[in-house]
C-alpha cells in the first residue's frame, strides 16, 4: 500500500489564504487599505497550521522539497498572523518607535521571503512546469508587495495582489490534479517530472 501524500493540503491551504489575500491587496471590490482582518482567520488555521503540519508529513514521507515548502510557508502564514493580531503588541510597537516604521519593516519581513522564495524557485527546476509556474508568479508577487509595502506605493501593491491570484490559481489546479489525477495531455505534461527522479528527495511535490 502507498504511503499518503500530504502535498495536496498544503498546496489548499496556501492557495486559499493566498487568495483571500490577494483579493484584498489587488483591491478587487474593496477600496485600497481596508481592513484585511477575515484573512488571519484563515491564515492561522488553513495557511498556517494546516500548511505547517502538510510540511511535517512529507518530511515523514521523505521529500525534502515539499517538506521545506510547506513548513516554510505555513510559517510564514503564521508569522503574518502575528504581526496582525494586536494580541502580540508588533502594530502597537511601531507607534511608539519613532526610528521604525509600519511600512519599512514590513518591508523588510517580506524581502526575506522573497529571497526564500527565490531559493524555492531555483529548486523547482528539478520538479514539474506547474510547480515552476506556482514558484515563478509566487516570487513576482513577494518582489511586487516588497517594493509596494516599502515605499507605500499602492499601484504596486494592487499589482502584486494580481500576481498573487494567478498564483493561488495555479496551486489550486496543483491540487487539483493531484487529487483527481486526469489521463489528458497537457495536464500530464504539466505535471511530469522534469528531470528522472533518482530516490524520494528528487520526487517533485504530487
Known sequence: ?????????????????????????????????SPNSVVIGLAVFYGGLAQL????????????????VFTSYGAFWLSWSAISIPFFGVQAGFSKNQNATSAVSIGMFLMSWTIVTFIFLIATFRTNLITVAVFSFLFITFILLTIGDWTVTKGVVRAGGTMGIITAILAYYDAFTQLVPLNIGFVKKLSAPLVKPKNLDDLSPE
Open 53 to 68: 503540519l502538510a510540511g511535517m508529513w512529507e518530511f515523514v514521507y521523505g521529500t525534502t522539497f515539499t517538506g521545506c
Open 1 to 33: 500500500m502507498s504511503k499518503i501524500r500530504a502535498a495536496p493540503l498544503g498546496l489548499l491551504g496556501f492557495a486559499s489564504t493566498t487568495i483571500v489575500l490577494s483579493l484584498h491587496n489587488a483591491g478587487f471590490g474593496l477600496p485600497y487599505g
